[in-house]
C-alpha cells in the first residue's frame, strides 16, 4: 500500500522554525522524485520544493533562502526544513511521491 505520512507542523511564532517530515511507504522511495506543496488560506495548492532521486533539490523563490528539502533514500524519508517563518506561509503543507501520490497534510500555523 502506497503511503505518504507528513508530520511536523503546528504553530509557531513570526520568525521561528519548523522541521516537516514525510515518511513514505509501499513504493521504491529512492527512484522518485518527492516535493512539498503548501495550500495557503484560500488559495490553490502550489509547489514549494522538489528534490529529484539523485538529491537534486529546488525550491520556489518565495521560500528561497528560507527553505530546505531533504531526503534520505534509507530512511524513506523527505524533510522540510522550514526557517524565517512569515504569516503567509500559514497553511496545510503535502507531501507527494512522482506524479499523483499525496499525503494528507499537515497543518502549519505561523502566528504571534
Known amino acids: 500500500q502506497v503511503q505518504l505520512v507528513e508530520s511536523g507542523g503546528g504553530l509557531v511564532q513570526p520568525g521561528g522554525s519548523l522541521r516537516l517530515s514525510c515518511a513514505a511507504s509501499g513504493f521504491r522511495f529512492s527512484s522518485y522524485t518527492m516535493a512539498w506543496y503548501r495550500q495557503l488560506i484560500g488559495n490553490q495548492r502550489e509547489l514549494v520544493a522538489e528534490?529529484?532521486?539523485?538529491?537534486?533539490?529546488s525550491t520556489v523563490d518565495d521560500v528561497k533562502g528560507r527553505f530546505t528539502i531533504s531526503r534520505d533514500n534509507a530512511m524513506n524519508t523527505v524533510w522540510l526544513q522550514m526557517n524565517r517563518l512569515k504569516p503567509e506561509d500559514t497553511g496545510v503543507y503535502f507531501c507527494?511521491?512522482?506524479?499523483?501520490?499525496w499525503g494528507r497534510g499537515t497543518l502549519v500555523t505561523v502566528s504571534s
Open positions: 528534490i529529484t532521486s539523485g538529491g537534486r533539490a
Open positions: 507527494k511521491a512522482g506524479m499523483s501520490t
